[in-house]
Each structure stands twice: as C-alpha cells, then as structure tokens.
C-alpha cells in the first residue's frame, strides 16, 4: 500500500507491507545514504517480514544530513503511532547504513522527551560506525545512551564497521543488544562466493527471529 507521508511542506514517500493477519508489530524502514527504499535489501526484508506476519512500512527520505533524516523518521513514527487503518501496540526501527543512524539518533531523542513507549526496539543494517580508515573517530554517542534492544547485523569485513571497534562499542551499551555478524560481507553486505539472494535470506531470518524474541519478552 503506497502513501504519502506529509513532511512540513512536503510529503514523504512510503509503502506499508501488510500482512495477511493484523500486526501486532511493526517495522520503520529506512535506506542508506543513497539508494531510496526499493533498495533491493529493504524491499526483500519488507517482503520476508510481511510474508511472516509482521508489517513493515518504508520510506524514502533523501538528504544527507542526518538530523534531517532523524526529523523524517519521527515523522513517520508519528503517523504509524495514529494510524486508523493498523493500529500497534509498538513499532521497532530500523535502517541501512546511515538510516540506522538516524533511527538510534531519534530513539535517543524520544527517551530523553520521555515519549519512547511505542519504540521496541532498534535494527542496524550495516552500521556505519565510522568513515572508511578514520576509525579514531567513533559515530557511537547515540548508540550509549539507548535503552531498548538493539540488533546490529554487519558485515565482518564492513570498512565502515571495524569488527572490533563495534564489538567495544556493544560491550559499554546499556541496551540489551545482539551482534549477527555476516562473513566477509562488506558495508554493502556483498560476500564473495555467495549470490545477494543468499545473504538477504541470511540476515532476513536473523532479523525475523530477533523480533520474535523480543515480542515474546513483551508478552511476559
């Protein structure tokens, strides 16, 4: 179902992937720096997540600067959160590369507004945890200070996304958190010797039963 999303004095484009029974749950969506959300992983993990009973709503949000793309995601959160039409009890976030950035940016945001009851929980798709070879300066401020769980699926050989570096970063979270680390993916998940179908089905499982994890520890 495609919408428009209206945005200040724009609107922003989206699709909701629904499935066949109503959704408890759902999934925000979002691409990296370039690319929209047809990105070829978003839409193959929007279409796994629907398929297995959970809604999944994308957008595109272009502009490169990540407080813009955080202003963008709490917009659609916002819309998802007074939706009619699917009414949830909590939404997770997640994003691709600089979309998961601007997801724990806007996670850190809400809980420090104290207005983050309908976040889950936080999937970062090849988070760019530092520019390629600057791995002196870390992008970890907001990944600190959030509370609710965190699944981070990277590649072990991601040059934005040192294995270690993340691994130290995760190891001072207070957030209860998860590493699925994909090997000898690179920062656009490509693994030499697999075919892309291979590794979407790969991280799509993990990503799948992760939610199912966390669902469920919210039913207790």
């Not at 957008?59 to 955080?70: D, M, S």
Request: net charge positive; with cysteine.
């Amino acid at each position: 179902v495609k919408v428009k999303i209206p945005f200040g004095n724009k609107y922003l484009d989206a699709i909701f992937s629904v499935p066949e029974k109503k959704s408890a749950y759902g999934v925000i969506l979002t691409h990296g720096a370039g690319g929209d959300m047809n990105f070829p992983h978003l839409l193959s993990l929007a279409d796994y997540l629907a398929a297995h009973g959970v809604l999944c709503l994308r957008f595109t949000c272009k502009g490169l600067n990540v407080a813009y793309r955080t202003k963008a995601f709490k917009t659609v959160v916002e819309y998802l959160k007074l939706s009619e039409d699917y009414k949830l009890s909590g939404v997770f976030l997640a994003g691709r590369s600089m979309g998961s950035r601007a997801a724990a940016s806007l996670i850190r945001q809400l809980s420090q507004d104290g207005d983050d009851d309908f976040i889950q929980g936080l999937i970062c798709l090849s988070y760019p945890l530092h520019r390629p070879k600057l791995q002196s300066k870390l992008r970890d401020e907001d990944l600190l200070f959030i509370r609710c769980p965190v699944l981070f699926v990277s590649g072990s050989a991601d040059e934005m996304c040192e294995k270690q570096l993340l691994e130290g970063v995760a190891s001072k979270m207070k957030a209860p958190r998860k590493i699925h680390w994909i090997d000898k993916a690179n920062h656009g998940m490509a693994v030499k010797g697999r075919t892309t179908d291979d590794v979407m089905e790969e991280i799509n499982a993990e990503v799948l039963s992760w939610l199912r994890e966390n669902i469920e520890l919210e039913h207790k």
